[in-house]
Nanobody, 116 residues
Framework: QVQLVESGGGLVQPGGSLRLSCTASRFIFSFSAMGWYRQAPGKERELVVS???????KYADSVKGRFTISRDNAKKTVDLQMNSLKPEDTAVYYCNGALPGSGDNWGQGTQVTVSS
């Protein structure tokens, strides 16, 4: 059983920053890919950013230049640095990890609210 635990969400003013962290129960390089998704009220879950085992990244157009994904295999973490936050970034953010042979694994989510 793979566990992914997110942390770091909260309330921030527009223009502010937050750093989300996803801690996995196994080494990051066990996953073929990991990523962050988000789901706003009344909307479908969408990809924010993904990173493959080789390090290739894919960012949603809406977050390019503002969000950065990073990983630390020794700490078993994948972080999401979010800068210049906008009200439209408000959502529940989920960590995702794809394991070969067992498919997608999800964390429980962490709420990010951008509001003045």
């Amino acid at each position: 059983q793979v566990q992914l635990v997110e942390s770091g969400g909260g309330l921030v003013q527009p223009g502010g920053s937050l750093r989300l962290s996803c801690t996995a129960s196994r080494f990051i390089f066990s996953f073929s890919a990991m990523g962050w998704y988000r789901q706003a009220p009344g909307k479908e879950r969408e990809l924010v950013v993904s990173i493959t085992k080789s390090g290739s990244t894919k960012y949603a157009d809406s977050v390019k230049g503002r969000f950065t994904i990073s990983r630390d295999n020794a700490k078993k973490t994948v972080d999401l640095q979010m800068n210049s936050l906008k009200p439209e970034d408000t959502a529940v953010y989920y960590c995702n990890g794809a394991l070969p042979g067992s498919g997608d694994n999800w964390g429980q989510g962490t709420q990010v609210t951008v509001s003045s």
